[in-house]
């Protein structure tokens, strides 16, 4: 069985920085690949960015590309999200997930297609 803890959330002004963690525990992990999605109140589960854990292409959803950059600690079983320049539209429950087997490029975006999912970490931007 598989856990993902998420933390480094938090309350940050605009334009502020936060670096999010996603710690993954179990006796054998090796996702194919791993993501970041978020929600924010009222809104659909929306894809953020996700990595390859071996190879470690990225893929970033186009109202984070170039502000947010998402990395991974193979051997902590760790991935990253750093998001800089941040906005109030980027306040969200942010919670990572874990694909076990190949899937394809477009697959990514879509929270079904992840396996194991983490609670989430709060961020919320100020105006």
């Known amino acids: 069985q598989v856990q993902l803890v998420e933390s480094g959330g938090g309350l940050v002004q605009a334009g502020g920085s936060l670096r999010l963690s996603c710690a993954a525990s179990?006796?054998?992990?090796?996702?194919?690949?791993m993501g970041w999605f978020r929600q924010a109140p009222g809104k659909d589960r929306e894809f953020v960015a996700a990595?390859?854990?071996?190879?470690?292409?990225?893929d970033y959803a186009g109202s984070v590309k170039g502000r947010f950059t998402i990395s991974r600690d193979n051997a902590k079983n760790t991935v990253y999200l750093q998001m800089n320049s941040l906005k109030p539209e980027d306040t969200a429950v942010y919670r990572c997930?874990?694909?076990?087997?190949?899937?394809?490029?477009?697959?990514?975006?879509?929270?079904?297609?992840?396996?194991?999912w983490g609670q989430g970490t709060q961020v919320t931007v100020s105006s």
């Open positions: 179990g006796r054998t992990f090796s996702p194919y690949a």
């Open positions: 990595t390859r854990w071996s190879g470690g292409s990225t």
């Open positions: 997930a874990a694909r076990k087997s190949m899937m394809s490029y477009s697959s990514t975006y879509f929270p079904n297609n992840y396996d194991y």
